[in-house]
């Protein structure tokens, strides 16, 4: 039971139009699309959660810099649409698709949502502008869809901080849930990205996965002076890390000998794609 949607007034007028009763929730689960199972687990909780589920494809021009991957990032929406169906779902779900940005973002659109200092970290260095755009985005889409409970994965962690930093800042009745990091056999994190890979590209992409493991085992087991260093030599030997950090897992500060919860995050350049991942460790 999919219904796919491209216009912000039919959305609305379907959302309006919606009967639910006291038990009734509605998951939603924003993605840009091309679809893999890392997006199919995050709809898949939201079915088993909820009575009726929103998804929306959109790449968002607003997160892209100028010299970003914007033009070129892949949309598949038959596929995706082929995907969701396979899921069999009873409940309903709403496929959003915007036909074009300004059905999201019409031309008399103003707003700006901005969270600080957690954006200016991690990828925040590299993409001073990044967060502020999905932050923008995701904050339209709840105000459209006025979702229950949202799904996101730990994928794209630092994005989950920032939509739940977002959420609680503004008091907006949504819950937000991280969902575990679906990987490939091998180990690589699934990405739409990664479709812009050569095979030779995807086998350098498992050092990114490979060296957050190293980190996060030294931790583990208590070396983290070892982990540390690991950490900068490894950056400083390979010009293709864009970062490699050990950080306080909430606040994303330089952590103590009190932490207890570490976010182990790196972000890597394959052929001229940025791949990101991370590991968390609780001690
Ligand atoms: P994107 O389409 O890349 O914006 O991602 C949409 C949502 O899917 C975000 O919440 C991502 O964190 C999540 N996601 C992307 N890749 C994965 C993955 N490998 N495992 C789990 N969630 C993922």
């Known amino acids: ?47 088993q959660k909820n009575s ?3 998804v929306s494809i959109f790449v968002n021009p607003k997160q892209f810099a100028p010299h970003e991957d914007f033009n070129k990032y892949p949309r598949t929406l038959e596929s995706d649409l082929a995907l969701i169906n396979s899921l069999n779902s009873k409940k309903p779900i709403y496929v959003y698709a915007p036909a074009t940005p300004l ?5 008399n659109y103003l707003t700006q949502i901005y969270v600080r200092e957690l954006t200016q970290k991690l990828c925040g260095k590299t993409r001073p502008t990044h967060f502020e755009g999905v932050t923008t985005v995701v ?16 994928k794209d962690y630092q994005q989950y901080l920032v939509i739940q930093k977002m959420v609680n800042d503004l ?7 991280g969902l ?25 992409a498992l050092t990114l996965a490979q060296l957050l493991h190293k980190v996060t085992a030294l931790l583990k087991k208590g070396s983290f002076n070892e982990a540390l260093q690991l950490a900068k030599i490894t950056c400083e030997n390979d010009k293709y890390w864009d970062y490699l950090e050990i950080l306080e897992a909430d606040t994303l500060n330089t ?8 976010v182990i995050a790196g972000a890597y350049y394959v052929e001229k794609t940025r791949l990101i991942d991370n590991q968390l460790l609780t001690l």
Request: no cysteine; hydrophobic share 40%; glycine share 6%.
């Open 139 to 154: 904050y339209r889409l709840f105000s459209l869809i006025r979702p229950h409970n949202s799904y996101f994965g730990l």
């Open 255 to 262: 952590p103590t000998l009190q932490t207890k919860k570490f």
């Open 52 to 54: 009726l589920t929103f």
């Open 1 to 47: 039971m999919t219904q796919l949607i491209t216009k912000t007034n039919e959305l609305l007028k379907i959302r309006h139009e919606l009967k639910l009763t006291p038990e009734d929730s509605i998951g939603f689960v924003p993605t840009m699309g091309n679809l893999h199972q890392g997006h199919l687990s995050l709809i898949e909780e939201s079915l």
């Open 180 to 204: 575990p990091i679906v990987r490939e056999a091998s180990g690589l994190a699934l990405s739409s990205r990664n479709s812009f890979l050569s095979s030779e590209g995807k086998a350098a």
């Open 171 to 177: 008091n907006l009745p949504i819950n937000v849930f």
């Open 103 to 107: 059905e999201v973002f019409p031309e």
